[in-house]
């Protein structure tokens, strides 16, 4: 039951994309990978491939156990916030203060997501682009691109990772993964935590103004949009779920 509940989300979900038009053509589909039985999270695989987020490698494989470097998480989540648009050449020139990416392949990527706050240098104007991304570290990108401000949130600092993993467990990024956050994201399962992110309620803060007579300062409150996802409002889709409880060959009369 659970496999048909999941096949049928997919299929109403790929309808959706294929019917309203939000998607370019990919370069590759889920089927074209030479070694998709090897993938766990196919779902997540197999929607990011269609919007245009995630590609394969030049074999024609999707090396679902390879490590997602920095550059690459970056990538992902530039063409996300860009609505599955490619934006790589558009931001190559802007200037982000960091030295060492400057031949990266990924460089308007970097760029992009450096000035919104959603990435962070490792310090000293250096982003190791070619480092392998931790659990932790996507998902505190992913966070900030739900709408989570990382000086209110506590992101950086001393106890930046106690408080990405709360929040990124509140907003169930690490549902149906089994990680250490600590530890490199393999392929596989960074495509199935950025799905969990395009299906996740985006946030903003409201301000409220408070003065002693002297000072003006602001208290925010968060504010938690369930109803609104990053898939809805970037890409224009909604995800139906739906259980099968009949075909022409049984009739489903349990639980």
């Known amino acids: 039951m659970r496999n048909l509940k999941r096949a049928l989300s997919l299929a109403l979900a790929a309808v959706m994309l294929i019917g309203m038009m939000v998607v370019g053509a990919s370069a590759v589909s889920y089927n074209d990978f030479t070694d998709r039985d090897e993938i766990v999270n196919k779902d997540a695989v197999s929607m990011l491939t269609t919007l245009g987020v995630i590609d394969g490698k030049t074999d024609g494989s999707f090396d679902p156990e390879g490590t997602v470097r920095r550059d690459e ?3 992902m989540i530039s063409v996300i916030m860009n609505q599955g648009v490619d934006n790589n050449a ?20 970097i760029n992009y997501c450096y ?7 490792r310090g000293n104007g ?24 990382s000086e209110i949130e506590g992101f950086t600092g001393a106890n930046w ?4 993993n709360v929040r990124a467990n509140q907003k169930g990024l690490f549902d149906e993964l089994s990680i250490n956050p600590s530890e490199g994201l393999t392929r596989d399962n960074a495509a ?18 408070i003065t002693d007579g002297s000072s003006i300062t602001s208290s925010p409150t968060l504010i938690d949009n369930e109803s609104k996802t990053l898939l809805t409002d970037k890409f224009k889709v909604s995800k139906l779920e739906g259980v099968i409880v009949a075909n022409e060959n049984a009739t489903s009369t349990g639980t």
């Open 73 to 75: 998480m970056a990538k």
């Open 90 to 109: 558009l931001y190559s020139g802007v200037d982000s203060k960091l030295t060492d990416i400057g031949d990266n392949w990924a460089k308007g990527h």
């Open 115 to 121: 000035t919104l706050g959603i990435i962070a240098g």
């Open 126 to 149: 250096k982003f190791d682009p070619s480092a392998t991304v931790t659990a932790l570290e996507a998902a505190k990108m992913l966070l900030v691109a739900l709408g989570f401000k």
């Open 161 to 164: 990772a106690v408080n990405v």
């Open 192 to 209: 199935q935590m950025v799905w969990n992110a395009l299906d996740a309620g985006v946030v903003s803060y409201d301000y409220t103004l």
